[in-house]
């Protein structure tokens, strides 16, 4: 089985841009979710989808959205960049949640940085 | 509150020196879910072990093993005989069931840095 496919692996963004990530999640995953990974904040909960309706929320701003479409893949939208929006953004998959004893796995990040 | 507290910022040992990574978490649900994530220099996180709150067993898995106690909200893991190769951050995480479970949501801690000499 492939494993969660993130693209692209590299961004160079200027302020004020709004980028788009997107993330592939494993054959069978239909949930997906989104961590921002800073050398200051560490690993931090963006938001989680499962059959396209997020389920939860972290704690960002309104510039921070995501979407998921009915074969799983997600996107997530940042609008107005700004120089603290400079992470490593990883996505994570998995067949259900928690109860149905199945791990997230994750896939290798898009780095995304603001000039 | 929901907390994962990793107090090793980094380590360095000796190869095939074994090696302790603290975890203690915080979190006032019963059930609840702790894992441990490997993160190389390629920046993908990659899974080790997921516990359950009502599974105290100690596990060991080749050279890794975890050390889960409830009575003081710990969830260490041991590398014994370490590598070169076991050179990584290592994560420890909290995920509460919320309501049925229905939730994926992780709480990281701040991770340690593993530097295993040769």
């Known amino acids: 089985k492939a494993g969660v496919t993130q693209t692209p692996r590299y961004l160079i963004k200027t302020r004020g841009q709004q980028v788009t990530l997107s993330c592939s999640p494993i054959s069978g995953h239909r949930s997906v979710s989104w961590y921002q990974q800073t050398p200051g904040q560490g690993l931090q909960f963006l938001f989680e989808y499962f059959s396209e309706t997020q389920r939860n929320k972290g704690n960002f701003p309104g510039r921070f959205s995501g979407r998921q479409f009915s074969n799983s893949r997600s996107e997530m939208n940042v609008s107005t960049l700004e120089l603290g929006d400079s992470a490593l953004y990883l996505c994570?998959?998995?067949?259900?949640?928690?109860?149905?004893?199945?791990?997230?796995?994750f896939g290798d990040g898009t780095r995304l940085s603001i000039l | 509150a929901q907390k994962v507290t990793q107090a090793q910022t980094e380590i360095s040992v000796v190869e095939k020196e074994d090696v302790t990574l603290d975890c203690v978490y915080e979190?006032?649900?019963?059930?609840?879910?702790l894992f441990w994530y490997k993160q190389p220099p390629s920046g993908e996180l990659v899974f080790l072990i997921r516990r359950n709150s009502f599974d105290e067993q100690n596990e060991i898995s080749g050279r890794y093993s975890w050390n889960f106690q409830k009575s003081t909200s710990s969830f260490n893991f041991t590398i014994t005989a370490s590598q070169v190769v076991d050179s990584a951050v290592y994560f420890c995480a909290l995920s509460e069931a919320g309501y049925g479970g229905a939730t994926n949501k992780l709480i990281f801690g701040t991770g340690t840095l593993l530097a295993v000499q040769p």
């Open positions: 979190t006032r649900d019963t059930t609840y879910y």
């Open positions: 994570a998959s998995s067949e259900g949640f928690q109860d149905s004893n199945q791990p997230q796995h």
